[in-house]
């Protein structure tokens, strides 16, 4: 599955509050490969592998969590993400199917 996705980093690896100044708002091309949500600069290119920069925006969501992010209400569409190693980010997608969608593909990895 494939995307743009907006997102937002609320809590970094150790599960910590992410600090202020890497808070904000970032758009993406977001790619669900296996158990990896690649979140590309770039759009997607299904014959292109991801670049350097792009794998460090890269996620592993096996044994991941996400569901709507029923407690964030100034932006519509947002999904709440907590990975296994309790980072948690918030993606915001293009419209309610979609926020769906990308929440059932995630869970089902
Ligand atoms: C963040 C940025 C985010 C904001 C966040 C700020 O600043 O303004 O848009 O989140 O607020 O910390 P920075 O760019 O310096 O990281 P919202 O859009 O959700 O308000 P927060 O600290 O309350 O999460």
């Given at each position: 599955?494939?995307?743009?996705?907006?997102?937002?980093?609320?809590?970094?690896?150790?599960?910590?509050?992410?600090p202020?100044?890497?808070?904000?708002?970032?758009?993406?091309?977001?790619?669900?490969?296996?158990?990896?949500?690649?979140?590309?600069?770039?759009?997607?290119?299904?014959?292109?592998?991801?670049?350097?920069?792009?794998?460090?925006?890269?996620?592993?969501?096996n044994?991941?969590?996400?569901?709507?992010?029923?407690?964030?209400?100034?932006?519509?569409?947002?999904?709440?993400?907590?990975t296994?190693?309790?980072?948690?980010?918030?993606?915001?997608?293009?419209?309610?199917?979609?926020?769906?969608?990308?929440?059932?593909?995630?869970?089902l990895?």
């Amino acid at each position: 599955k494939h995307g743009v996705l907006t997102r937002k980093s609320h809590a970094d690896m150790d599960g910590k509050r992410t600090p202020r100044g890497r808070r904000s708002w970032k758009k993406f091309y977001a790619v669900l490969k296996g158990t990896i949500l690649y979140l590309q600069k770039n759009e997607y290119r299904p014959e292109e592998d991801p670049s350097e920069g792009d794998l460090k925006n890269a996620v592993r969501v096996n044994h991941a969590l996400a569901t709507r992010a029923n407690d964030y209400s100034k932006r519509p569409n947002v999904l709440k993400l907590k990975t296994s190693d309790w980072r948690v980010y918030l993606l915001q997608a293009s419209n309610e199917e979609e926020m769906m969608s990308w929440i059932l593909r995630i869970n089902l990895v």
